[in-house]
């Protein structure tokens, strides 16, 4: 199977220590990641994702905001910027080890940080970085 990812989850995904929005959204986050850690492919998507579909029925749920779809642009673009591509949505990929240190190594740099300016969680996201990102589930295979 593939699971489907919004661009800027896949920036959250790499600071992820098991907390969110809902007790639900919270495990259905934590059984995404350990289907990434057995080397799950991920899908890129255009607005909400797997991870949203706990939020979906919500009032007020902000998965389809105009914001968020900002964000996704912001992180499609950095992403796209580091690995050497023109990472699209519908783009296939396999997130790896060697592929996340990169990219926690760009996040803990800042260069694809762009995309988390006004996120409520960017104050954890910088500790977590700083710290490391010790303690993160997201460990996918070599």
């Known amino acids: 199977m593939t699971v489907s990812i919004r661009p800027h989850h896949l920036l ?8 969110g929005y809902t007790e639900a959204f919270v495990r259905n ?9 057995r080397g799950e492919e991920i899908r890129l998507v255009d607005g909400p994702d797997d991870i949203c579909r ?8 902000h998965c389809r905001n105009d914001s968020v779809k900002s964000r996704d642009a912001q992180a499609l673009a950095a992403i796209g910027t580091l ?3 023109s990472a699209v949505t519908g783009e296939i ?3 790896d080890a060697p592929m996340t240190q990169r990219l ?7 260069t694809l940080r762009a995309a988390c300016e006004g996120c409520e969680w960017h104050a954890l996201c910088s500790r977590i970085a700083r710290n490391e ?3 993160c589930r997201l460990a996918p295979p070599v």
Not at 12 to 19: F, N, V
Not at 104 to 110: K, L, N
Request: glycine residues 14%; contains cysteine.
């Open 104 to 110: 926690r190594r760009a996040f803990a740099e800042g």
């Open 133 to 135: 990102f010790r303690g």
């Open 54 to 61: 706990p939020l979906l029925a919500e009032a007020g749920c």
């Open 83 to 85: 690995l050497g591509t």
């Open 12 to 19: 959250c995904m790499l600071t992820y220590l098991g907390k």
């Open 29 to 37: 986050y934590g059984a995404i990641v350990d289907r990434l850690n």
């Open 93 to 95: 990929m396999v997130l």
